[in-house]
């Protein structure tokens, strides 16, 4: 049986105690409490000390844990599965941290980060792919040579569509992404993780120009919602924009 010990959820600027919502761990529905620091306190629950798998219903247990705590406080987010072996350990980790915590909470206090991918619907790449002269010339180069004659010719063609999407990115980072990071407070465009995505942005934003920020994300999805398919996310914490980094030897 696993030792009971205490999973950290995120740090919050308050010296006072206080609960949020049940979540469920291992197995069971567990109280959400603080353990304080000074002025700062970390966000934890009582749960034994192990590995949590990532699964979904354990990701979104911590996820809506932390949107929860985001209604009222601003927080710097641990990230899924930390577990330390007791409060004492907690405390030396707010105290190792508390330098960097303080760095970090005047420049995401009262913001949120939001999420942006953008994936180019097939039917128009492969449109716009076939009228690009120089993929157009290699397609027809490729055509009718067999394997061995044709070899060259393929190797180019593909450095040919990677530098044709890499245009894609470049015009939708200049119509879409620094648009939108005008508004916001922060903006970092983030590698591409698929073949057609041409966006993959997050967002820093400040609350009161939340309505403003999502009429412009409207605006362009009018512009361009027959050529890409937007995925718009959030709001989460500033997972993006949040430098921090912890070491096991902190909390010891």
């Known amino acids: 049986m696993s030792k009971e010990g205490v999973y950290l959820f995120g740090a919050i600027e308050t010296a006072e105690p206080k609960t949020f919502e049940k979540v469920k761990l291992a197995g069971e529905h567990r109280r959400v409490y603080t353990i304080p620091y000074k002025n700062l306190s970390m966000v934890v629950a ?10 979904r219903q354990n990701l979104k247990a911590h996820q809506d844990t932390v949107a929860t705590i985001m209604k009222t406080f601003t927080i710097i ?3 899924f599965g930390n577990v330390l072996e007791s409060k004492k350990d907690v405390e030396i980790l707010l105290g190792k941290l508390s330098p960097q915590f303080n760095e970090i909470f005047p420049r995401i206090r009262g ?14 790449i492969e449109h ?3 009228n690009e002269p120089a993929m157009k010339k290699l397609q027809t180069n490729v055509q009718g040579k067999n394997a061995q004659a044709g070899y060259y010719d393929r190797i180019k063609l593909g450095e040919a569509a990677r530098n044709f999407m890499t245009q894609l990115q470049i015009t939708f980072d200049e119509a879409v992404f620094q648009p939108l990071a005008e508004v916001a407070d922060a903006a970092k465009n983030n590698e591409s993780i698929s073949e057609r995505m041409v966006l993959n942005a997050a967002f820093l934003i400040d609350k009161e120009k ?8 409207n605006d362009l999805h009018e512009e361009w919602s027959d050529r890409v398919d937007f995925k718009y996310s959030g709001p989460w914490p500033a997972y993006n924009f949040i430098n921090l980094k912890i070491k096991a030897e902190d909390a010891s």
């Open 46 to 55: 009582d749960a034994p000390v192990d590995i949590y798998e990532p699964s």
């Open 77 to 79: 987010p641990m990230s």
């Open 111 to 124: 913001k949120i980060e939001v999420g942006l991918k953008l994936v180019g619907k097939k039917e128009w």
């Open 128 to 130: 716009v792919a076939k």
């Open 210 to 217: 939340e309505a403003e920020f999502d009429a412009l994300v």
